[in-house]
Structures are given as structure tokens and as C-alpha cells.
């Protein structure tokens, strides 16, 4: 079920009245029910991965806290991250190989027959969830789950399922053993980051999408000026998509009563990629830092800065192909990898240089770097195929002044108002931003006058309703 559907505009306002309604004993119940009831109106047979993940996690957890010996704990770990990540391989990167030898057997003019499986929703997503989960008893940083209910209600907890953010098991799952009273300042905290969520959605990624969407089926169609505003609509677009569907998974679970962790924090601020991982797709960042970057470092500490540098790349190939099985996300993970082991390398030569010209112009000329370097790489993110990104980097640079006019996308109905329309509301956008970098918003809003706050709400809404695109496009992160 889709966040921006009826059947989600539907779906949700009920159960949040069956929730309520119902005596707190029987919540989890109810809750987890309504979970896979969402997860199945997707495909139904994909449920049964998502039970089978979350009963691998739950046994593993108890096996692991009951065994003292080191070696057992170890190989009750290995054998559940083993099974938990097989339906990820299977479904997600069987293709990729397959693929691969298809081309090697072309080329020598071989026989070899294909096959592509249909990556179930959310996967990466559930068993990022599930495993951290085991990682953590494996520890100790936590104690196994007793009540398998409130394990498989953590794992697949309808607002996180599809896309995150990935909740952390000591964040969110404690949160189970208690359910909160009807409070009506959170339910219109949540309400608010919902409609906030749609806005992005509905407003600007899936208006911008069009553009992208055309302009990247046929990159060899366009050159110079036409690719160069494509590829930051999609910069502004696969932001607005993604963010947009933390901002409702928040503001739903804040509904129920549940908080989930911030995904995003004004990424395209950043003064560098360091700073960039921090606040794009946080909770994907912290936990490959916590469950692959950490222990990948320190198993190569004896090598000094070389196994940091190395440990950075390796893991940021990893977060590439976490995103998708193609070459086009191990380029992407590649380049965010090169410039981290980059900027590891120059820490200190940055420090002397940043204390030397006026801080504003170096923070300026360091957003700037940074915002352009990972446009930059959402070429390869973005593209179709590896040799489509090489064909947009080709062509991207044959720019002249006479491409630069109001009808370059009107071949495929976006005119001059409708492309107009669309940078409008990036500036709407921009000025939220700043905003939220001087006040917390919702404190801000809800600090003016009555006939104010209550204006701006309702303006929300018509702009929704008026200019959003209800055409059900899937939100881009779903394919991963």
C-alpha cells in the first residue's frame, strides 16, 4: 500500500481509530495485524519472507543471549545473517550476476539464458532492521526479545516497513511494551509532518519527476543546458521523495504514539561529504557506521590511515549497492567513497586553509563544492545504465547560450508555466529551510496568532489538493 493512495488515505485514519478505541493489552495485536494486512495489499506472497526474516532474528536473539561461549554465540550470528540475507541476495543481486555473465556470454557469442525476479518491497529496508536487531543481543548492547509478538511488530511496523528510516532495536522496540495515551497536541505534531511530507511528495518530486523521468529515458536526445536542469531537478527530486516519505513514516508513527528517528536534516547544507552522511538517509548512516564502517576499520587498524582509507571505500562500494544491483550504484557508492578517504586524508590541510579566509566565504565555497560534487554523482544514481551516465557526462558539458529558453521540455507537456511552477515551489521549499535552520517550525508556527497558524494549515492543504500530482508513482526509494 502506497502512502500516497486511497487505500492508504483510507487504511490509516481507520486504524488509527480502531487503535484508540481498543484496550491498550490488545494494541500490539491489532497493530502488527494491520502491519502485514499493509505489507500484503502489496503482494501477499512477499509476507512470508518478512515472516521468515523476523523468526530467524527472534530465534537467533534467544539462542545467542542463552549461550555464554563466545564461538556458539558467534556461529548462531553467522548462521542468522547468513539466512536473513539470503532473500536479499536472491531477489536483489542474483539478477545483477546473472546479467553480468549474460553480457560475458554475448560477447563471445554464447548461448546463455536469462532471468529476472521481482525485488519484494522493502526488503533492504526489514532486513537491515532485523539483523541490526541480532548484531545487538550478539553484543550485548541489548537483551533478546521474550515476546515474539512485539519482536515481529518492530520488524515490520507499517510506517518504517517500506522504506525506514531504519530504527535502531534499542530506539524503537522498547516503545512497544508500553502504549501511550490519546494525546492531541502529538496527533497534530504528526499530522502536520504528514502533510509536510505530502507536500514534498506530491508537489515537488513527482512534478519534477516527469521532467527526469523523460530526460533520462533518452539521454542521448539532450545536450548542454536541458541535462545540466534535469540533473538538479533531480537532486531536488530524489530529495523531496525520500524525505517527503520519512516526513509522513514520522508523523504516522508520532500518531500512534511512537517516535521513529529524523532521516534527514537539510542535506544539501553540507560543507562536505562527511558532513553530507550526517544528514542525508541518517539512519542508513549510522548503521553501516555501527555495523560495517566500525568493524571493518578497526580489523584494519594495524595499517594505520591507509586501512581507514581503504575501510571508508569499501564500505561506501557497499552503501551503492545497498541502493541497487548495478554498476551505475557501485559508481555512485565509489565516488562518495573516494571523496571520504579524501577528505580523511586532507582533515588538517582544510583546518589550516578554513582558518586563514573569512569563515562565511569557506563555508559558502565548501556547501557549494559539495551540493555540485553530489549532483554530480546522482548521475550515475540516476541513470538508466552505466553508459547512459557516461553519455550524460559527455553531453552534459556541450552547452551553448541558444539552449537556454522556457520551451525546452515542452515536447513532453511542461510548458513555460508548469517549469516555472516547479522552481516556485523548490523556493518555497528553501525558504522552509531557512526558516527551520532559525526556529524549530512547528514551535514557530505554533507561536502565532490562531487566525495565522490555522491560514498557513489550511493553505498546506488547498496547495496539496490544487497542484499536488495524484498519479500513485511509487516513491523512488521502494526499489531498494
Avoid at 542474483?94 to 525485488?119: A, D, E, R
Avoid at 522556457?406 to 523548490?426: C, K, Q
Amino acid at each position: 500500500m502506497l502512502f500516497n493512495s486511497i487505500q492508504f488515505a483510507i487504511f490509516f485514519p481507520v486504524v488509527v481509530g480502531i487503535y484508540f478505541l481498543i484496550p491498550k493489552r490488545f494494541r500490539w495485536l491489532f497493530l502488527l495485524v494491520a502491519s502485514y494486512f499493509f505489507y500484503i495489499n502489496l503482494k501477499a506472497k512477499y509476507a512470508l519472507i518478512l515472516a521468515f526474516i523476523t523468526l530467524i532474528n527472534y530465534s537467533s536473539g534467544l539462542l545467542i543471549e542463552k549461550n555464554n561461549k563466545l564461538y556458539i554465540r558467534k556461529i548462531y550470528l553467522v548462521i542468522s545473517l547468513a539466512l536473513s540475507l539470503a532473500p536479499l541476495f536472491f531477489f536483489k543481486y542474483l539478477n545483477f550476476f546473472n546479467y553480468n555473465i549474460w553480457t560475458l556470454f554475448q560477447s563471445g557469442n554464447l548461448n546463455y539464458s536469462t532471468f529476472n525476479f521481482i525485488i519484494p518491497v522493502g526488503i533492504s529496508f526489514y532486513t537491515f532492521i532485523a539483523i541490526g536487531y541480532s548484531i545487538d543481543v550478539y553484543r550485548g548492547s541489548r537483551n533478546a526479545e521474550k515476546n515474539l509478538g512485539y519482536f515481529a511488530l518492530y520488524v515490520s511496523f507499517f510506517p518504517q516497513l517500506l522504506a525506514g528510516p531504519i530504527a535502531k532495536s534499542n530506539s524503537l522496540l522498547p516503545q512497544f511494551h508500553s502504549f501511550p495515551d490519546f494525546d492531541y497536541k502529538r496527533i497534530a505534531d504528526g499530522l502536520k509532518l504528514m502533510a509536510w511530507g505530502f507536500f514534498k511528495k506530491l508537489i515537488i518530486a513527482d512534478r519534477l519527476a516527469i521532467i527526469v523521468n523523460e530526460v533520462y529515458a533518452s539521454p542521448s536526445q539532450y545536450h548542454g543546458f536541458p541535462l545540466i536542469i534535469t540533473t538538479y531537478f533531480y537532486a531536488f527530486q530524489v530529495y523531496c521523495d525520500f524525505s517527503g516519505y520519512s516526513n509522513i513514516a514520522i508523523g504516522a508513527a508520532k500518531i500512534l504514539g511512537f517516535e521513529l528517528d529524523i532521516n534527514f536534516n537539510q542535506p544539501y547544507m553540507s560543507r562536505n561529504i562527511t558532513e553530507f552522511w550526517r544528514r542525508w538517509h541518517i539512519t542508513l548512516g549510522n548503521w553501516i557506521r555501527d555495523y560495517v564502517y566500525t568493524p571493518l576499520s578497526f580489523s584494519t587498524r594495524n595499517l594505520g590511515m591507509l586501512g581507514i582509507y581503504f575501510s571508508l571505500i569499501i564500505t561506501f562500494i557497499l552503501v551503492g549497492l545497498w541502493h541497487g544491483a548495478g554498476w551505475t550504484y557501485i559508481a555512485f557508492g565509489l565516488l562518495h567513497g573516494l571523496a571520504l578517504a579524501f577528505e580523511a586524508m586532507t582533515r588538517k590541510f582544510r583546518k589550516k586553509i578554513s582558518k586563514k579566509i573569512n569563515s562565511g566565504l569557506y563555508n559558502f565555497i565548501s556547501i557549494f563544492i559539495t551540493f555540485n560534487y553530489v549532483v554530480l554523482s546522482y548521475i550515475f544514481f540516476r541513470a538508466n545504465t552505466f553508459d547512459n551516465a557516461l553519455q550524460i557526462l559527455k553531453n552534459i558539458f556541450d552547452f551553448h547560450l541558444s539552449q537556454i529558453n522556457t520551451h525546452l521540455f515542452a515536447d513532453f507537456g511542461v510548458g513555460p508555466a508548469e517549469l516555472f511552477l516547479s522552481i516556485f515551489f523548490i523556493i518555497i521549499l528553501e525558504i522552509f529551510h531557512f526558516i527551520q535552520r532559525q526556529h524549530i517550525i512547528s514551535s514557530y508556527i505554533s507561536s502565532k496568532p490562531a487566525w495565522l497558524r490555522w491560514g498557513i494549515y489550511y493553505s498546506l492543504i488547498l496547495v496539496i489538493v490544487y497542484f499536488g500530482m495524484f498519479n500513485k508513482s511509487n516513491f523512488i526509494y521502494f526499489y531498494f
